[in-house]
């Protein structure tokens, strides 16, 4: 497994409960990343390894540096471990950059991105904006950005730079459910007020050809699961295809069992990653990267319930069957991309990582 090597460069405190870690890889080796991506780092808690992804907040060509932002979570046990002992010099090891809560840019495009965040979710975000903002000047940005108060408005001063500098094409909604000036009216993000702030800025509700128009706009959404259930519904009420919208998962929750069964035949897997070509056998009802684990051989992994795309792979050869896959869009699946943390081999299989 090719891990990075990082060194803690800078810590910059954002809000009373989340802090900003500057990143510089200690032994020089150039690491290639998108804006929008995690990386995944590797932690032993009682002897046992444990993986966390956090998203990168600074966008490759625009920021010096890459950088990660970890809020304190009730109940979090790595990330209250993080904000304890991380320091400027502090060692740690993670994957190499993954995720597919990206977009691609195109300086000839003119199109509107919506990004809604809430909490900590503006961590992504905020790397995806810069990085429209810089490559696709012709481009319009909206942000939603729920959170609870001002003291709790993570990256507030970047924003508002951005927001001077982009003053022309960049709009910036903040939302406070208990805000501490008494001038500001409380707002909470719900379907309604959602519908009403779209449609505003769309004129009307999109028609079929603006929703497969190329310059159609598109939504990214990331904060608490309740939350981005609810723009997601509102967005789809609206018109807005599956393929317009994008979302990125926080929270790590158990796989459900398959809700379906498969032939226990045993298959051969040959996966060809970081330069180097494994070869193992699966079989129903193990995973492919369960079948790999079990096997000795360490493949990429995160989240484990098809929602990080860390374990992501190209399927070169054979058919795979996910039981879950809530990161993966139509065009990805177009492109023969498959999870081995959900998919099981319906035929013998050659990956790609």
């Not at 929703?211 to 009420?237: D, N, W």
């Not at 979302?247 to 929750?253: A, C, S």
């Not at 129903?284 to 096997?295: E, R």
Request: glycine content about 6%.
């Amino acid at each position: 497994m090719e891990l990075l090597q990082w060194k803690v460069i800078q810590v910059i405190r954002e809000t009373p409960d989340a802090v900003t870690y500057m990143l510089e890889e200690a032994t020089g080796k150039p690491v290639s990343w998108d804006a929008g991506q995690s990386l995944t780092f590797l932690f032993n808690q009682h002897g046992h390894e444990i993986r966390r992804s956090y998203s990168i907040c600074t966008a490759p060509g625009i920021d010096k540096h890459l950088g990660i932002t970890v809020k304190k979570k009730e109940n979090g046990e790595i990330s209250r471990h993080i904000l304890r002992t991380w320091e400027k010099g502090t060692s740690v090891n993670s994957l190499q950059p993954a995720g597919r809560f990206i977009i691609d840019t195109d300086p000839s495009q003119q199109r509107h991105i919506w990004f809604i965040a809430a909490g900590s979710g503006i961590t992504p975000v905020l790397a995806l904006l810069k990085k429209v903002l810089y490559h696709e000047p012709q481009s319009h940005i909206t942000l939603i950005y729920q959170n609870h108060d001002e003291r709790h408005i993570i990256y507030h001063q970047a924003l508002q730079e951005l927001a001077k500098q982009y003053a022309h094409r960049f709009t910036r909604i903040d939302l406070l459910s208990n805000p501490v000036d008494p001038d500001t009216k409380p707002a909470r993000l719900n379907n309604w007020l959602l519908e009403q702030l779209v449609t505003h800025s769309a004129g009307r509700a999109p028609s079929a050809e603006f929703r497969t128009a190329s310059h159609s706009p598109l939504f990214y959404t990331c904060g608490p699961e309740p939350f981005m259930r609810m723009v997601q519904f509102t967005l789809r009420v609206l018109g807005y295809n599956e393929d317009q919208l994008r979302k990125e998962h926080f929270v790590i929750e158990t796989l459900r069992k398959p809700a379906f069964t498969m032939p226990s035949t045993a298959f051969t897997v040959v996966v060809h990653y970081a330069n180097e070509t494994h070869q193992f056998t699966t079989a129903w009802p193990n995973t492919i990267l369960q079948s790999a684990q079990q096997q000795g051989i360490t493949l990429p992994y995160s989240c484990n319930t098809g929602r990080c795309a860390t374990c992501a792979a190209i399927c070169r050869k054979g058919s795979v069957t996910m039981s879950n896959n809530e990161v993966l869009t139509d065009g990805d699946l177009e492109g023969k991309l498959i999870l081995t943390c959900t998919g099981y081999a319906a035929s013998d299989l050659e990956l790609e990582i």
